[in-house]
């Protein structure tokens, strides 16, 4: 197997930084939850197999891929196209929060190596609880050694589906050559905004918290515990709060990195007859004051609004960043069922 000729000779020579040496995989006690099978063509690998490293800052470092519970190490840095001739592929760090199961599927030729499993397309990773996971980043997590092979240097696709998401994520490797631009966050604009069959209204109702432009209804209230547990949605939360944005403006609203892998955004769009989704980032384009109302006689006027929420999978404070071109970011981190948070993040 290809892992075992670049065990030695190679760690993440695409410049992945990996804090600490990383230790042999060995044995340990599994994770207190019943293994769930494996994907229908790939195979679980589980708390037993794990390796044992410290990974400070893994989930906020831009040169990783994180798609939710999951941190592919050194996964966003290039690999040059000889590294990948030579190797057949690279060595990424896979780290899953404590508690969680990731299946990850490989597309087209490549394929996936990790512990003891000999390359195939599919693995389900099911991670250690948080008291038997050996690895750290910023928190307990299982981590696994392992490599990504392709037969040829290749923008690597990999489909990831995190515990009982019902759609995958993707994410993409460079390795030995560039990945197209990243698709853009969807965009929603004027034709998907909500109207409440009246002129918009510009004051303040209690409640609402403001996040540079944007302006969310209901938002203050959901520090409560009991007002969180209202949106219960099985192991998570659904909340909904609909957004006002001033006419005209252009902005885009985004979930903290440090919140990515248990937030998200259900703003965008849905179109008939595609799955549901969820954004780290989300943009929105306001109406002109004078456009025509849909609801009533009138005009759209000096606000947009637009339906969606946040979907969590915990209770717990999760930072807002919101962008206008030629204006200072805006950063406010918002409570969800706690009482407080480390920072309270003003606008600025």
Known sequence: MKLALVAA?????SGAAVTAALVASRGSPASDAAPSPPAADGALLGCARQSSAQFPGAFDDRRNRVVGPLALVGGATFTDAATARKFGGNKFPLLVRAGHRVTVRARGRARIAYGPLEA???????????ATSQSSADGPVTFWSG????PAPACVMLDVRADDEPAARRLSLD?????????PPPLRGCAERAEAGRPSDTAA????????????????????????????RGSGYGIKSGVILPAGVRATLAIGRSARS??????APQLPGVPPRTYDVVRFEACA???PAFSHGGRVGPVTGFPGGFVLRRAGCVPLEARVAGRPVARRTIRFGVRRCRSSAQPR
């Open 262 to 267: 248990w937030a998200s955004l259900d703003y």
């Open 147 to 150: 490599f990504v092979e392709t």
């Open 175 to 183: 390795l030995g050559r560039r990945c197209a631009a990243p698709e």
């Open 289 to 291: 004051a004078e456009h």
């Open 205 to 232: 109702v209690p409640g609402q918290i403001a996040v540079g432009p944007f302006r969310f209804a209901g938002l203050a209230d959901v520090a409560d515990r009991r007002v969180l547990e209202i949106g219960r």
């Open 9 to 13: 000779a190679l760690l993440c020579s």
């Open 120 to 130: 195939r397309r599919a693995i389900t990773f099911q991670a250690c609880s948080a």
